[in-house]
């Protein structure tokens, strides 16, 4: 089988590649010519394909041959939310098209939205399927890509995947709270009561390629979870300094409002310098609310088990983000 992965040269679109170079699949990574390769140009069965989601008509050329796409590509940050729906929604919308006009059936299109497309959990249950509260701007184009998938289930076979915070080998977003940990501080906002759930890239990637291979039927959602249930930000920092093997000299309690204080800033150098940065005042604000969700049905209809329990995992990423001196 030959599969196209978008986001390849990312964290979570490497490892799916990996899984299916591994298995004897020929990977088609689409990248853009400034990607980093390295961990993909030593996997085997692997081609590269130079293209953006904005250029359609290469677009038309990477799925030609194809026999199933995992899109995992997309901002995770950006200046503002036209440049988030400018690439999430629109490059979605642009890899849909081209796959509806390849003239022949894919055997699986498979969409990595985020939890954030539902919003989070106001009552500290995992979020219904149907739940459409995004409250940043990022879920709100997660979502609106979701809706573009979705729309053409009839004529493409799609699985959308709704993951919860991804962690491991190659992350550089949730990197910033080891790295400030290392460096003496363990920053809990709020009193750290705020809950979320987590899941290891490799797991991650292992049930978007089981969203390839089963027999479901197309429309389907599901959620991403590593099934150890939430963990409160105070919980999962402390197992990261555990996992660190050192204690931080400052256990800061930053006040919710000075936290606020801090995004707004970083929001006014983002805007000065016109670089998109990742904590706004909008993502401060998420990061004190639950997100919660269930892969039960992900489990059963996908028959996916995630293997990387969250303490296992954070022992793991600690030890990677050493062995290339990251820490």
């Not at 979570?12 to 170079?21: D, E, M, R």
């Not at 490799?202 to 479901?216: G, L, W």
């Not at 389907?220 to 249930?229: I, S």
């Amino acid at each position: 089988m030959r599969v196209l992965v978008t986001g390849a040269s990312g964290q979570l679109g490497g490892h799916v590649a990996a899984l299916l170079a591994d298995r004897g699949d020929t990977v088609r990574a689409l990248v853009r010519r400034t990607s980093k390769r390295s961990h993909l140009a030593k996997l085997p069965n692997l081609e590269f394909f130079e293209a953006g989601l904005d250029q359609p008509e290469l677009l038309n050329a990477a799925v030609a041959g194809v026999d199933a796409i995992v899109h995992a590509a997309g901002l995770v940050k950006a200046r503002d939310f036209d440049e988030f729906f400018t690439v999430n929604v629109g490059g979605t919308s642009n890899l849909i098209e081209a796959a509806r006009l390849r003239g022949r059936e894919l055997r699986r299109f498979v969409y990595v939205s985020s939890l954030e497309a539902c919003g989070p959990s106001a009552d500290g249950k995992p979020v219904p399927v149907v739940q459409e509260s995004p409250v940043t701007a990022y879920g709100r184009s997660k979502l609106g890509a979701e809706k573009v998938v979705l729309a053409a289930k009839d004529v493409i076979p799609v699985v959308v995947l709704r993951p919860g915070a991804i962690y491991g080998p190659r992350d550089v977003e949730i990197f910033a709270a080891f790295q400030a940990i290392q460096r003496g501080l363990l920053p809990i906002v709020g009193g750290g009561n705020a809950k979320a759930v987590w899941i290891y890239g490799s797991d991650c990637a292992a049930a978007c390629v089981r969203a390839i291979d089963a027999d479901v039927p197309s429309g389907r959602v599901y959620f991403v979870d590593d099934g150890c249930g939430p963990l409160t930000q105070k919980q999962m920092l402390l197992d990261a300094e555990r996992a660190l093997g050192k204690r931080a000299l400052v256990h800061a309690n930053l006040p919710v409002p000075a936290f606020m204080g801090v995004a707004r800033a970083l929001e006014i150098v983002g805007r000065i310098s016109g670089t998109p940065v990742m904590l706004t005042r909008e993502k401060a604000n998420m990061l004190l609310r639950d997100w919660i969700c269930s892969s039960d049905a992900t489990r059963r209809e996908l028959d996916w088990t995630p293997t990387v329990p969250w303490k296992e995992g954070v022992a793991r990423t600690v030890r990677w983000y050493r062995d290339i001196h990251w820490l």
